[in-house]
């Protein structure tokens, strides 16, 4: 974490120091949550549409913070150490950007509309064979947790692993100018945030804002199998680098890199790519999509060095953020999985190829949740995923949520109506579930994260079944 004497944090963040015999005190660390533990750190007090983290200040200065920063048009700030900011934010994010440069570490920022954290989550598990690496926790990925990321990094990372999230034009790029990455990522450009942006085109560009930090010379690794990428890339008004280098993945064979073999296992999956050549990685998560990451992240490991076998070895032992097709047994014997963090057409449609690639089960159920935030086609591309679920994938269909009972409606163009069940209460959805699922049963839960199916999914793993087979 960030360590360094008031003054010096002054410095960095363009504040000023209220007290000048204060300037010598050593901080170790910054929150902006006034709950959290107080002492040795810096509290910088944000202000939100129902808080004003300035309320808070004092109480953190009697709780142990070493001092706080105060946003000048708040009135008289409490007696104690103060560094005075014009604005708190732009000076929280100033001051993770100037002791990102000062570290000296090589950045890796990642972005997409599905993909990004298991990507990072791979990136960092290579990466950590050769390199004292630092990632993005959980989905700390805005304009307030980039920073906090990146001031909770250790001084001697070697590489940052960022992960950026949007929800609407010039976020990303605000995330690219502080962080000024190496090395860019671009999972997909898929259909979140439709309602905010309208359409796949304006998603494009917003993702693409990434580029615009971009070192010079930098490298752009983005998948290939969507010409949206490059169309944006050869827009005039997209703000880029002089200099850059271009690596694509993807499905395709136009791409760089792209699958040769992709084999089931238990547990993950087995693959070779044009750049492994023939011998085989080996990942233990299932689904061609996370192949199709893998990919990413083996090229982010290779412009970093790492040899062969390291590489192998990383993504062998992968840990993933939860929720993210999370495989888990439950106690009755019934195997779970749990992607319940988020949803979107091409989330939802990748997570079902999943299911439908597991062999050695009964049955295959999906449980579908309303997917967010799609704007005025919500209804039809709920449909849609209907429409995509067929014998041959699974065997039965649970929706839950108004806006999911269109996956229902759809999916009874290939599915008997027998197979397909839509609820509204999410306590008969469980109930029934519980009564007619076995442990020889695969069940996948996915939705957005609003609709929180991860009650469902820990209802299946943590409680017993009805129906139990020898």
Not at 338 to 343: K, R, T, V
Request: net charge negative.
């Amino acid at each position: 974490m960030i360590k360094r004497t008031l003054y010096q944090i002054a410095q960095m963040c363009g504040g000023t120091l209220l007290r000048d015999q204060d300037s010598e005190l050593n901080i170790n660390g910054v929150y902006t949550d006034s709950r959290m533990p107080a002492e040795g750190r810096l509290f910088v007090p944000l202000a939100g549409e129902r808080f004003d983290g300035h309320e808070y200040a004092a109480e953190c200065l009697a709780a142990g913070a070493v001092g706080i920063m105060w946003q000048k048009d708040h009135g008289t700030p409490p007696e104690g150490p103060v560094i005075v900011v014009e604005d708190s934010l732009l000076a929280l994010q100033e001051l993770s950007a100037a002791y990102l440069r000062e570290s000296g570490a090589s950045v890796v920022a990642i972005t997409g509309s599905n993909g990004k954290t298991t990507t990072k989550d791979m990136v960092y598990s290579l990466l950590s064979t050769t390199y004292k690496v630092h990632k993005t926790q959980g989905n700390f990925n805005n304009h307030i947790g980039l920073p906090l990321t990146i001031l909770d990094m250790p001084q001697d990372t070697q590489i940052a692993v960022l992960e950026m999230g949007m929800s609407s034009r010039h976020e990303i790029e605000r995330l690219a100018e502080i962080a000024r990455p190496d090395v860019a990522v671009i999972t997909n450009i898929g259909e979140a945030h439709l309602l905010q942006l309208g359409s796949r085109e304006e998603i494009a560009r917003a993702k693409l804002e990434i580029v615009s930090g971009l070192k010079n010379d930098g490298l752009l690794i983005y998948n290939g199998d969507d010409s949206l990428a490059d169309r944006v890339l050869a827009e005039p008004t997209t703000k880029k680098p002089k200099e850059f280098k271009r690596f694509t993945f993807g499905m395709n064979q136009t791409n760089n890199d792209f699958p040769t073999g992709i084999t089931n296992h238990a547990g993950g999956m087995i693959f070779t790519s044009v750049s492994s050549g023939e011998e085989a990685m080996q990942i233990p998560l299932i689904g061609h999509h996370n192949v199709v990451n893998s990919l990413a992240a083996l090229a982010v490991a290779r412009h970093y060095g790492v040899s062969h076998d390291d590489m192998r070895k990383g993504l062998g032992e992968v840990k993933l953020t939860g929720m993210r097709i999370e495989v888990t047994k439950g106690v009755s014997g019934i195997t779970v999985l749990n992607d319940a963090y988020n949803a979107s057409p091409t989330a939802m449609k990748a997570a079902i190829d999943a299911l439908s690639g597991l062999a050695g089960y009964e049955r295959k159920a999906a449980v579908l949740g309303d997917m967010l935030e799609l704007g005025p086609r919500e209804e039809e591309l709920h449909e849609e995923i209907g429409h995509y679920l067929t014998p041959a994938k699974l065997d039965l269909v649970f929706t839950y949520g108004s806006l999911s009972s269109n996956i229902a409606k759809g999916a009874l163009l290939n599915m008997p109506n027998h197979a397909v069940f839509a609820f509204e209460d999410k306590a008969a959805l469980t109930a029934h579930l519980k009564a007619t699922m076995t442990p020889k049963d695969v069940v996948l839960v996915k939705a957005s994260r609003g609709m929180k199916l991860e009650e469902v999914a820990n209802a299946l793993i943590n409680e017993p079944l009805q129906i139990e087979v020898d």
